[in-house]
């Protein structure tokens, strides 16, 4: 999860997998210019969280709660690392 020290959406983010007790890895790109780049490369968005789950880009908090209420997000999580990269 890319994030920023200053974000309320990805603090809702952390305590939506920590309630789910899924571990993450927090990215702050906060004054990081070549890590931003690439976020904005990979993804097209500037704004952060940034959520990969297995590599796959799913947006930000907003799309993380929608995976979530719609019932897809455990079947994400669940699936195994592809191990890439």
């Not at 702050?28 to 210019?33: I, L, N, P």
């Not at 490369?41 to 969280?49: E, Q, S, Y």
Request: glycine residues 10%; contains cysteine; negative net charge.
């Amino acid at each position: 999860m890319f994030t920023t020290l200053i974000c309320p959406y990805c603090i809702r983010a952390k305590m939506l997998l920590k309630a789910k007790g899924v571990s993450y890895e927090e990215i702050d790109v906060s004054g990081d210019h070549e890590k931003r780049a690439w976020l904005v490369k990979t993804t097209g968005l500037r704004t952060v969280p940034q959520i990969f789950i297995n590599e796959e880009s799913i947006g930000g908090f907003d799309e993380m709660r929608a995976l979530d209420r719609a019932g897809e997000l455990d079947a994400k999580l669940a699936q195994p690392a592809t191990g890439a990269g």
